[in-house]
């Protein structure tokens, strides 16, 4: 079977070019012009051609705060739709269990559900000494990358004795640790001083997690991984001040990735404290902070100190939601962005003039794909690797709202915004899976990926 | 009962003029020419007069390791000969127990036994509801300063919450807190794992404490303390990394204190590596660091960055140094400094130009008593306040050694070294203490002085 | 002539505490109680003691923009009513000239015309070989500090080689050299661009030379000063950006100090934008900021990062600001400020909690004192020093305008401001000069001060 | 005419896959498998096909110190043999003179001499009004870049306003500011005094240049740009001092572009002190640093934050640098590095382990490609682009010195040096011009590259 997209312009995290792409089954063979006779042909005239987005943060299925957020059945559709073909979702290990059984309650959850292809991390909340014993076989069946938390004490932040073991043993073992950076003490101390101050509603969730609480425990993962000789990855930076410590390690020398979120660069604090509840919608964590860091972020992310720009999709509905009404530590943290990570970061980003064609392409496919050990394979536009293929009208211009959106959540974060540029054709190793904008494609048609150890 | 000291060189921290000063009874009345008959005249020609010492970093009894160091009766009397007049000695909760009964413990340890004024510490393990109630007592009875520590794991060492509260509660009641930054956990991985590894000699002691973990957890306490709305001190700064985070968060406008010691900018981690076990006369903590930091901390003490200079004295003989011969986790940390601190830091800052002799005054003696509330009833030189004096000979040259040192000690980690500049006389509230190098006091002369809230 | 001041708060950059002093003739002898038998006492009960006032930085009948500034006889008595019994006064170099003979010229305006103590620095403009040849002779002759400007292109700007050698030649004859920062060729670019475009009014004035333009010449200074192995003083400091650069240099060790100015804490770039060419008052170089820098400024004079603030006065009346209606680079630069340093930096500083007591006596006095090699004849109270003394009202309140000032010029920057604090009494070299706030004094009073060389 | 490269591992800014390239007379037109027939086929199995290198940096023939550097007969050969198939010559404007005719100057030169294709960059000595009103025209014949130097006093320095108006004159007309950045009062000033000292050895030229000088330049640049809201390129970046501050500046956000070269993280100053006037071979500005600062280099190569690395080749014979053997004044800067700069990066950076294989082709060919307005046809691999290209060996092993050189220098600043991976064949516009290590063009193959203003 031999398809031929013809006419686009393709574009990888190098180059921009007019070319054909030439897919023989599900992989790519070759890009140019006059690649010669196909079964299938898709006119790409006119449009942008990019490599499937890899999103290497998603929590499909995560039982959080007594509920659970919304299954792969439906966020792995809208994930397609919004063009991306991977995901990378978090198993998580229980607390003084294995790390082997967590990823296969992970894979359960998955198999068969997903429309599109998908691996796993481990998040580790106990490093008791068999968990240390897994860390190879863990990395053998391709979960590469192991995530520590800093944070929700009493629940899966891990003391600093966790974290510098996870790095070291990480390390030694070919896994990429990745951090969530909060000062879960901190946090809790605070939260703890609003409640009891009656201090309950939604926008003291950002009272509760100041961009310091951030920025502190931000420096204390780098200084960690740096005495532990291990390179690391910070999910969802938030801050200007977070990222003055990421890039000032990167200054030194010390391997520091850091990704960050479309919510962080496009919403504010001040959707925290929307009336009548509303602003529960905007509850996750790290919280949304003031305007100022968005241009900070977008800095860090066109000059590449940000590599990456994962969802950290998490949705829920607004019964949900309302578990928190009277207490916001109820609100279950999170929001549906997996479907909306290209379209926003490419209307805000590459259309507002903040980020170059190729850093975008870098940050929702490349770079996390190198990253997460599926490059070549995945992340890129080139012959030999898989034919994941986003084919995006940079003309369209819509509305982004619940509207428009299939995730199982029953609002959106963006109701009402304008976005320029828009997901037409997806293909997931060489089958169309969205057509005009529809999901054509069937669940479990998505692959579990065994992901190669971080060589970077 | 009128003393004059006449012709010397009155030294505070802003002013050197020559002049005469007179005490009646235990306080300065004034300064200046001509002033009247005396009952007893001291003559202080070609002498500096300097206010007496204020060191407010001492362990004089403390039981640790399964030892205990040496006690009041010699160690306030090293501290007298070495020109200080009062100390701030760390008392200690018993977890689970009461501020108040630790400071009634080291207050009868005192009680008659100490040759110099003195005050009280607490250092917090525990703040559980019943210890934060105690707070506002403690700060009534004098003890105007909480000490906690990052270090120290499964002994002193706090958490986050611990820590943060204690900043919040201290600030509430006018205490300062004092805080020993290290990563107590990475400390504790590290050195689990040099021993498990076979290296048991003292030299790993400062393997296992990099500076980086003193940087991190500097940073952590500042970004609390901010958090907080609470000033705070950093106590033995040793490094120039630490320093950076101290130095910033000044250029903030926050009001963070910071503390270093003699031997931070006289020894070296390559006295560690001393044959025979000799390095264990150098095990304390934080660890001794390479001589490229001491131009650093003299940088800070010269700009006044680092405020204040205390001693951290902590002294054992060889035989309790012994304790660790086979495991460098069990030498007791410290060394005697009380005594050496004057001395020292005039010859190696003041008279090799590092450090003016103004700034020297103030590090070792008006910037204490300001922190530690006891100004300027102590501290300085003024008419109205307490006649805590000391005639320095700046030309006297002699040989730093055990034969010359005064503490229960029995080796000097300075042995050996050429200084400039001597204690002569020391007066304690008006009475001669110390005579041409002489201890001529008596112990229980040394009064409890309670403490003024921190004001600044 | 023995005069007592009794019943005061002695305030030096120390200490605080109450004593009286004991002066004789124009000295100071005894600080302390019972100090014996006066000819006149001088009652202080409930009033600061401080000592006199040094300004380092006043343009007293300076010829600029086509007119001269307030001259001698009406601006020291304004500095006196202020509570300043030193000035340091620019005398200037004429291009190709003599330094001597800039330094006789003012040493002409001033005789016998002074209210105060004065000195003289000398405005470097032109480093021929001659003048390099007089360097020892005016260092002689008391006038131990170069000015050099980096701005006012076409006027008294030097280029990098004339600074560098400045700070080369300065520093070998313990010469200080004191540096306005300002990108001049970027200023003169700005400002032409800004007039072609019809942008003559005053508030363009600040648009011409943003903080970036003082920043820059910050950091080059200081780099030159680095290379020249020199300490200098960076005058009127008005940025955030600037004093970064500052701090950085003192954190690297090198000796870096630097002035700020009450008008840049308490003015701000709004105050340019008055109507009816009000604006055209608040025009002086560098220009003032936004709000938000000057708690930048308060953060550095109270951490000492700004040892000193000075006045730059430099006053003209409202018919001389008129010269520039047409063109804001033809107005005067500068205002009155020199009687209202201290009570500005007092009420602004330390009455509202910005300032301790002690670093703003050290910042009006003791600092430029020993900056300006006056210390210990000038600066403090202590016995052997000139009886130069402010008796100083902590209580008063008060409206400051041209109603209230003694300047030649006919308006005030500070019209309607409220002031807590203020001078009541000031004697110089013990005579009163200043009594009930009236001056009593005469002009000619005032003396000559050789400056010894830089010793720090 | 169609060529079909077989086999290779074809390696771009973003990716590294085993592909064949198929080119049809000068032009790419397809990358992948089963490329169908054509009329040459070359092996490339077992080797790395690069794009051609672009090198944004280099002086043929240019005229300075009393001689002039190796013309472009014997240098573009030595390029292309070093798989450099685009370099742009730095064209001069004489003082006062036109730009046009500076351009018209080098375009004689280059014409029929070169072997690779070429552009030009035109170095500003005089902004005079008739100068700006050239830079369309200038822009429009393909010359993008403007190039100010802040050193070489007497010479082609220019002033600050000078450089700010190219800053503000280039942005308006799509010119990108190239900056060589020492502060050339200061280096002139140390020049003199040195050799007035009897210093006029070759070693002296470091000290006369001390990193500081450099790094003041680069802070100074950097602030003119950001205020005429200009990108710059500075190029030649030798210290981490100076990084510090481009890396600052990225992270404000501004559009600060930076070069260094391969001498800069392979040579020291020790090199300049070899015995027998040796030293003179090492003689280049900014001069050779100390190793510490290598690692910082390659740390801001690998991060991107150096986003190129040209040559600025600039080679003379011995028999020329001895023009300076009384007066390291008189010794023409520069060397051979055109030949050199791709082995010689392969072999430290990716063979080494400090930079990855894309980031090594990123900055060797396309981001000087984009940063030259060259890109796409330049600079990469893909369909549609130039068919330049590099096949190179990753396995071979050889020694680096005159012996395998082909500049017109007669001696090597690396001989002796192993080096790792070597150029073995490489494509101009679809010829072969080197094969199996030796040229075969012709000269004049190479053409004039009118290039695109710069878009980032």
Redesign the interface.
């Known amino acids: 079977m031999r398809t031929l997209i013809t006419d686009g312009i ?1 574009v ?8 054909d792409i ?1 897919v023989e089954d599900e992989v ?9 006779p196909a079964d299938r042909t898709i006119d790409a005239a006119g449009r942008y051609v990019f490599p499937g987005g890899v999103d290497e943060h998603t929590h499909f299925g995560l039982p959080v705060s007594g509920t659970v957020s919304q299954p792969w059945e439906t966020e792995s559709v809208a994930a397609a739709l919004g063009g991306t073909t991977t995901v990378v979702d978090f198993a998580m290990q229980q607390r003084g269990g294995s790390l082997l059984a967590g990823i296969r309650a992970w894979q359960e959850k998955a198999a068969g559900a997903s429309a599109v292809d998908y691996g796993f991390h481990i998040t580790v909340t106990d490093l008791h000494p068999e968990a240390i014993r897994e860390i190879p076989r863990v990395v053998e069946e391709g979960v590469v990358t192991l995530k520590c938390l800093m944070a929700y004490k009493g629940s899966v932040m891990v ?3 966790t974290l ?2 996870a790095l070291q043993e990480g390390h030694r073992h070919g896994a990429l640790v990745m951090i969530h950076c909060e ?1 879960g ?2 946090v ?3 939260q703890g001083q609003l409640v009891a101050a009656g201090k309950t509603e939604p926008r003291y969730h950002a009272a509760s997690r ?1 961009p ?2 951030e ?2 425990a931000t ?2 993962a780098i ?2 991984a ?2 532990a000789g291990a390179p690391l990855l910070i999910v969802h930076v938030t801050s200007a001040d977070a ?2 410590h990421i ?1 000032a390690a ?4 010390h391997p520091v990735y850091a990704e960050t979120c479309p919510q962080y660069v496009t919403l504010t604090a001040d959707d925290l404290a929307r009336p009548d509840f509303a602003g529960a919608r905007y509850v996750l964590s790290p919280a949304l902070r003031s305007a100022a860091h968005h ?2 972020l ?2 860090g992310l ?4 940000l590599q990456t720009a994962g969802s950290d999709h998490c949705a829920f509905t607004l019964e949900q939601k309302a578990l928190g009404r009277d207490d916001f530590r109820r609100i279950p943290n999170g929001i549906p962005a997996a479907e909306e990570r290209l379209p926003l970061l490419y209307s805000e980003g590459v259309a507002s003039g903040r980020l ?1 064609l ?1 850093r975008f392409v ?1 940050a929702v496919a ?1 770079a996390p794909a190198r990253l997460m050990g599926l490059y ?1 394979r995945k992340g ?1 536009i ?4 898989d034919a994941d293929l986003v084919i995006f009208n940079p003309e369209a211009e819509w509305i982004m709202g619940v509207a428009t959106q299939h995730s199982g959540s029953d609002y959106s974060p963006w109701e009402g915004k304008p976005v320029r540029g828009a997901v037409e054709t997806v293909l997931l190793r060489g089958e169309v899976i969205v057509e005009d904008g529809r999901y054509v494609g069937q669940l479990g048609q998505g692959q579990y990926i065994a992901r190669r150890p971080f060589a ?1």
């Open positions: 393709v990888t995290a190098a180059d921009t070019v007019p070319a030439l790519i063979v070759a890009v140019g012009r006059n690649l010669g003391d600093d004795d510098f073991r000062n003490d901190v809790a101390a605070l100041p310091a609480v920025a502190e420096n204390r200084v960690l740096e005495l990222l003055d890039r990167q200054g030194r020398g241009e900070a977008w800095s066109s000059s590449g100190s170059s190729n870098d490349t070549p890129t080139a012959p030999g690797t970077g």
